[in-house]
């Protein structure tokens, strides 16, 4: 003790003896103390100084969350929680402490990926020297402590667990974890490693979580996961909650895009061309369908949406496309039932010098080699509505049965010769076939519905693997080539799986003398009523007079294949977004602006959508 003052103090000692005691000067008070009294003092104004400069380090403390902002799921209505989350999620937009809705957050590595690099990793191993940095929904959370909690984060069909500890934190712990709930989408800054639990023996693969991000808050309670979305209606009106909630919807969609891609890939390796035709028509043609009605303004004339692209796609090649398809919407005015919405996706393709039987060929090697790229077998299992399991084999070659024949065995009676089927005399036995089995059929009773009728009946119910019908009597096909050898008939099939359609083929019509026939027939039976009659389209007739090569046209409906390959059997589970009846709810349900009373700003248009005068 070098510096400081020394001096020697008599203390009195209450025993009786006089103690010389060597006292020196605190600097700090300028007190004079005992030698170790001021080390003392010296050793606990290092511990201020060093606490001080940890607190002037730190970043500040969030405030504590107010009561009316404190979110507790069981405890709420979901209109109350999303009262409570809207007002909540508003403060922050003015805050932005944290900035509820940022512009942009780095990923550097998909879940997916994490899940399939890391899985090998030992129970307990960290990789602290491996930055990655992810993103996804939050689908639950729990809270050991104050100081540490779990998330479950999904993205991309896969999920991993998300630890966060304080120690970890670089920034405010709390003010990352407090604002939290389920179903926000978060950003992970983080390393992966596989945590060690006391209560067993193998640890999750975990992302060790630095830093947190609020990405985009979810302002409405998500369904639980015990209970999950199970409400058709909901699923199907609320597609985008669907997919949060149900793995299966989003796997369905996967698989049709696969089925999409594979289709047009094979058609594309074969040197066709993928084209588009218009989607408003002035004649409804291409298919025997009842059309949508819809008016165009400027021309002050109604337009049809299209049933099928068939003649645009015939046109094509008498102009010298020879190999074309199409991929796309068709729309028809007709019954919404479990395997028919009012729009729905086809494939057409024509394809110049090729009949009927080279399609049949291509049908089997496009579907079953379809099946087998995206399922990894030939068979597959399909459930019906009422509960039958039909075991399904796709493995070509497929069953092929004709029509006339097939309803004479099934019925035990003989039809009229092939070349009388369109005759009034041919009429009155059918309908006399429909009494004696008991089978309705809604009017107008013409020949080819009645006929349509038989088939559904006695044929189509056979039809549990791949099934071709041929042959089918003209009246019932406009546009197909009247067979080579059976008077009457026309070259044509179709394909049924599970009792249900899904290609349309025939040998194209390219006659234009008969063409003309055949569409005078079509509007006979117009004028018997029926609506889905199809009417006489001069163009393609003129077009058939600068002649189409001898071609074969194939359709087949895209929903109907993904059904049976994803084992649905309602048509609205395939499609993203089906046709639902309008709700008619009485009281119309709050929207977050609404709930904080946000104002619509004014805006000057810039004339684009004004009608003009």
């Given at each position: 003790?070098?510096?400081?003052?020394?001096?020697?103090?008599?203390?009195?000692?209450?025993?009786?003896?006089?103690?010389?005691?060597?006292?020196?000067?605190?600097?700090?008070?300028?007190?004079?103390?005992?030698?170790?009294?001021?080390?003392?003092?010296?050793?606990?104004?290092?511990?201020?100084?060093?606490?001080?400069?940890?607190?002037?380090?730190?970043?500040?403390?969030?405030?504590?969350?107010?009561?009316?902002?404190?979110?507790?799921?069981?405890?709420?209505?979901?209109?109350?929680?999303?009262?409570?989350?809207?007002?909540?999620?508003?403060?922050?937009?003015?805050?932005?402490?944290?900035?509820?809705?940022?512009?942009?957050?780095?990923?550097?590595?998909?879940?997916?990926?994490?899940?399939?690099?890391?899985?090998?990793?030992?129970?307990?191993?960290?990789?602290?020297?491996?930055?990655?940095?992810?993103?996804?929904?939050?689908?639950?959370?729990?809270?050991?402590?104050?100081?540490?909690?779990?998330?479950?984060?999904?993205?991309?069909?896969?999920?991993?667990?998300?630890?966060?500890?304080?120690?970890?934190?670089?920034?405010?712990?709390?003010a990352q974890h407090d604002t939290l709930q389920?179903?926000?989408?978060?950003?992970?800054?983080?390393?992966?490693?596989?945590?060690?639990?006391?209560?067993?023996?193998?640890?999750?693969?975990?992302?060790?979580a630095t830093e947190v991000v609020l990405l985009?808050?979810?302002?409405?309670?998500?369904?639980?996961?015990?209970?999950?979305?199970?409400?058709?209606?909901?699923?199907?009106?609320?597609?985008?909650?669907?997919?949060?909630?149900?793995?299966?919807?989003?796997?369905?969609?996967?698989?049709?895009?696969?089925?999409?891609?594979?289709?047009?890939?094979?058609?594309?390796?074969?040197?066709?061309?993928?084209?588009?035709?218009?989607?408003?028509?002035?004649?409804?043609?291409?298919?025997?369908?009842?059309?949508?009605?819809?008016?165009?303004?400027?021309?002050?004339?109604?337009?049809?949406?299209?049933?099928?692209?068939?003649?645009?796609?015939?046109?094509?090649?008498?102009?010298?496309?020879?190999?074309?398809?199409?991929?796309?919407?068709?729309?028809?005015?007709?019954?919404?039932?479990?395997?028919?919405?009012?729009?729905?996706?086809?494939?057409?393709?024509?394809?110049?010098?090729?009949?009927?039987?080279?399609?049949?060929?291509l049908t089997e090697d496009l579907v079953s080699?379809?099946?087998?790229?995206?399922?990894?077998?030939?068979?597959?299992?399909?459930?019906?509505?009422?509960?039958?399991?039909?075991?399904?084999?796709?493995?070509?070659?497929?069953?092929?049965?004709?029509?006339?024949?097939?309803?004479?065995?099934?019925?035990?009676?003989?039809?009229?010769?092939?070349?009388?089927?369109?005759?009034?005399?041919?009429?009155?036995?059918?309908?006399?076939?429909?009494?004696?089995?008991?089978?309705?059929?809604?009017?107008?009773?013409?020949?080819?519905?009645?006929?349509?009728?038989?088939?559904?009946?006695?044929?189509?119910?056979?039809?549990?693997?791949?099934?071709?019908?041929?042959?089918?009597?003209?009246?019932?096909?406009?546009?197909?080539?009247?067979?080579?050898?059976?008077?009457?008939?026309?070259?044509?099939?179709?394909?049924?799986?599970?009792?249900?359609?899904?290609?349309?083929?025939?040998?194209?019509?390219?006659?234009?003398?008969?063409?003309?026939?055949?569409?005078?027939?079509?509007?006979?039976?117009?004028?018997?009523?029926?609506?889905?009659?199809?009417?006489?389209?001069?163009?393609?007739?003129?077009?058939?007079?600068?002649?189409?090569?001898?071609?074969?046209?194939?359709?087949?409906?895209?929903?109907?294949?993904?059904?049976?390959?994803?084992?649905?059997?309602?048509?609205?589970?395939?499609?993203?977004?089906?046709?639902?009846?309008?709700?008619?709810?009485?009281?119309?349900?709050?929207?977050?602006?609404?709930?904080?009373?946000?104002?619509?700003?004014?805006?000057?248009?810039?004339?684009?959508?004004?009608?003009?005068?």
């Open positions: 003790m070098s510096d400081q003052a020394q001096s020697t103090v008599v203390v009195p000692d209450a025993a009786g003896p006089v103690d010389n005691v060597k006292l020196v000067l605190d600097e700090k008070t300028g007190e004079m103390v005992s030698k170790s009294e001021l080390k003392k003092r010296e050793k606990k104004r290092a511990a201020d100084v060093k606490k001080a400069e940890k607190a002037s380090a730190a970043p500040p403390k969030s405030e504590k969350k107010n009561k009316e902002d404190e979110l507790n799921e069981k405890e709420l209505t979901p209109n109350q929680y999303f009262e409570i989350r809207s007002r909540a999620i508003n403060k922050l937009r003015t805050t932005k402490e944290p900035n509820p809705y940022p512009h942009k957050f780095q990923v550097t590595h998909k879940i997916p990926e994490i899940v399939e690099k890391y899985s090998s990793l030992a129970t307990g191993e960290m990789l602290r020297d491996v930055k990655v940095c992810i993103a996804g929904r939050v689908h639950g959370y729990r809270a050991s402590s104050s100081k540490l909690r779990f998330y479950d984060l999904r993205a991309e069909g896969a999920k991993i667990q998300i630890m966060a500890q304080a120690q970890e934190c670089t920034g405010d712990y709390f389920r179903g926000d989408i978060i950003g992970i800054v983080g390393f992966p490693g596989k945590t060690q639990p006391r209560n067993r023996a193998e640890g999750e693969l975990s992302v060790f985009t808050p979810c302002l409405h309670m998500l369904p639980t996961e015990h209970f999950g979305l199970t409400n058709y209606e909901t699923r199907f009106r609320q597609r985008y909650l669907d997919l949060i909630m149900n793995k299966r919807s989003r796997e369905t969609f996967i698989t049709r895009s696969k089925i999409v891609s594979y289709i047009r890939r094979y058609f594309d390796e074969r040197d066709f061309i993928e084209v588009e035709t218009p989607m408003m028509n002035a004649i409804a043609g291409g298919a025997t369908a009842k059309p949508f009605i819809t008016h165009h303004n400027e021309l002050d004339m109604n337009l049809f949406m299209r049933v099928a692209p068939e003649l645009y796609l015939k046109m094509l090649v008498v102009g010298g496309l020879e190999r074309v398809y199409e991929i796309g919407r068709q729309f028809r005015n007709e019954g919404i039932d479990l395997t028919h919405n009012p729009e729905f996706t086809t494939c057409e393709f024509y394809q110049a010098y090729a009949d009927v039987y080279d399609l049949m060929d080699g379809m099946v087998m790229a995206i399922t990894g077998s030939y068979k597959t299992t399909y459930h019906t509505q009422h509960g039958e399991v039909y075991e399904v084999n796709w493995e070509k070659p497929w069953r092929r049965v004709e029509m006339i024949p097939e309803l004479e065995k099934a019925t035990g009676e003989k039809f009229p010769p092939s070349e009388e089927l369109h005759t009034e005399e041919t009429g009155k036995f059918l309908r006399e076939l429909l009494r004696k089995h008991k089978i309705e059929c809604a009017p107008p009773q013409t020949n080819a519905r009645m006929l349509d009728k038989l088939v559904g009946e006695f044929i189509e119910e056979t039809c549990v693997n791949p099934t071709f019908i041929l042959n089918h009597p003209q009246m019932m096909s406009p546009l197909a080539k009247a067979h080579r050898s059976l008077p009457g008939l026309c070259e044509r099939f179709e394909t049924f799986v599970c009792k249900k359609e899904i290609c349309n083929a025939y040998t194209e019509l390219n006659d234009p003398f008969d063409q003309r026939m055949r569409f005078e027939e079509q509007a006979r039976q117009k004028a018997q009523g029926d609506d889905e009659a199809q009417l006489i389209d001069e163009n393609f007739c003129m077009s058939l007079e600068y002649g189409l090569p001898p071609t074969a046209g194939w359709g087949m409906g895209i929903d109907r294949v993904v059904m049976f390959l994803t084992d649905h059997y309602s048509i609205k589970e395939v499609l993203a977004f089906p046709f639902m009846k309008e709700e008619k709810n009485e009281e119309k349900p709050k929207f977050a602006a609404e709930v904080v009373d946000i104002q619509p700003m004014p805006t000057e248009s810039t004339g684009e959508l004004q009608s003009k005068d």
